[in-house]
């Protein structure tokens, strides 16, 4: 959202991988007002980007296109199989299946990176009402390594990376 009362226009950037470094093709668009929970109808303002991003994906990564869907239909597979009780094994199998290529997907999106940096901007935010910038660097310091280090655990066990205590055997 803008501060300064003028909606700013926003980039989104393809990060496909191509021979020379990421896509960087780039759509426009103003910020979003909804952000799409699952279960719930997207905006229709993201529907239209989403739908901005797709065609530019079935016109330029088309292999990824196709993958894209098919994967939709897994996904809408897999969404619909959980909510039946079932003995068959294979269908087992694949819902199995699908949930650690969930929690692959999921995985990829939170980097080392990109965890340090959603801590980094949360602890600025937070300290920025009560703190001068010096005292917000020396609190960013001392509390950035220890918080990374909580939320890549977290992430590692939310993501399948490593096992949380519950999945492992109760001690004798
Ligand atoms: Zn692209």
Avoid: Y
């Avoid at 501060?3 to 990421?22: A, I």
């Avoid at 719930?40 to 296109?65: C, N, R, S």
């Avoid at 068959?88 to 940096?117: G, I, K, N, P, Y």
Wanted: glycine share 6%.
């Amino acid at each position: 959202m803008a501060t300064n009362g003028t909606l700013v226009k926003l980039q989104t950037k393809c990060r496909v991988p191509t021979e020379t470094g990421p896509c960087g093709h780039t759509v426009t668009h103003f910020p979003m007002d909804a952000i799409p929970i699952i279960g719930q109808p997207a905006g229709k303002k993201v529907a239209e980007l989403v739908m901005a991003l797709m065609g530019h994906l079935q016109k330029k990564h088309p292999d990824i296109f196709v993958s894209i869907q098919a994967m939709g239909s897994t996904f809408m597979g897999f969404l619909a199989l959980r909510l039946f009780e079932t003995s068959d094994a294979a269908l087992l199998a694949a819902c199995d299946q699908t949930q650690a290529h969930l929690r692959q997907l999921s995985a990829l999106q939170f980097s080392d990176e990109s965890v340090e940096a959603t801590i980094r901007n949360t602890l600025r935010k937070a300290l920025a009402a009560k703190h001068t910038e010096s005292e917000i660097e020396a609190l960013c310091a001392e509390l950035q390594p220890v918080l990374t280090v909580a939320m890549r655990g977290v992430r590692d066990a939310l993501t399948g990376a490593v096992q949380l205590p519950s999945d492992q055997a109760p001690p004798a």
